[in-house]
Nanobody
Framework: QVQLVESGGGLVQAGGSLRLSCAAS????????MGWFRQAPGKEREFVAA????????YYRGSVKGRFTISRDNVKNTVYLQMNGLKPEDTAVYYC?????????????????WGQGTQVTVSS
């Protein structure tokens, strides 16, 4: 099993920045891809970004490209989401997820383990 703990959420004004962290522990060797998803009240969970533990590929939803950056630290087993130019529509609970397979990284059902989530609130 893989345990995921997110941190770094908070309240920020529009245009501001936050950096989310996701620390993985447990059977991390079984993890192939890490993803960030978010869910706003009354809305479905949506893909934000993903990165495999090896290689240089990164993946983003269109609305965050150029503003968000996903990265990883293989030594610390930690994945980051740097969020710049935040907008009120980015307000949501952000979840970190781990997948054992390298499939369709934007599909939440591809992921096996999830963190508890961290709240991001962007005020206008």
């Amino acid at each position: 099993q893989v345990q995921l703990v997110e941190s770094g959420g908070g309240l920020v004004q529009a245009g501001g920045s936050l950096r989310l962290s996701c620390a993985a522990s447990g059977r991390t060797f079984s993890s192939t891809v890490m993803g960030w998803f978010r869910q706003a009240p009354g809305k479905e969970r949506e893909f934000v970004a993903a990165i495999p533990w090896s290689g240089s590929n990164t993946y983003y939803r269109g609305s965050v490209k150029g503003r968000f950056t996903i990265s990883r630290d293989n030594v610390k087993n930690t994945v980051y989401l740097q969020m710049n130019g935040l907008k009120p529509e980015d307000t949501a609970v952000y979840y970190c997820a781990s997948s054992r397979t390298y499939g369709v990284v934007s599909t939440w059902s591809e992921y096996d383990y999830w963190g508890q989530g961290t709240q991001v609130t962007v005020s206008s």
